[in-house]
């Protein structure tokens, strides 16, 4: 899965988490962002769509016309 390359702190949610975070040992949780080492149960790496301004012309064709 591609990623942002800058890692991100966050708070694990396995149930409420409305992100998404790959560990570097490749597990993908949910969780919630945090920019507070003292919160954060980990630092991961944010999935690159999250992020990505050209998201929308990957879609493959069936996406865009369904």
């Known amino acids: 899965m591609p ?3 800058t890692p991100r702190y966050y ?8 992100k998404k975070i790959v ?3 490749g597990e993908v ?3 919630e962002y945090t920019e507070d080492p003292h919160k954060a149960t980990g630092t991961g790496f944010a999935p690159h769509w999250g992020s990505c301004r ?3 012309s990957f879609k ?7």
Do not use: L
Request: proline share 7%; with cysteine; aromatic share 0%.
């Open 11 to 18: 708070i694990e949610k396995p149930r409420s988490g409305s």
């Open 54 to 56: 050209a998201a929308g």
């Open 3 to 5: 990623c942002d390359a």
């Open 29 to 31: 949780i949910s969780c």
């Open 23 to 25: 560990t570097p040992n």
């Open 60 to 66: 493959s064709r069936e996406e865009h016309n369904g």
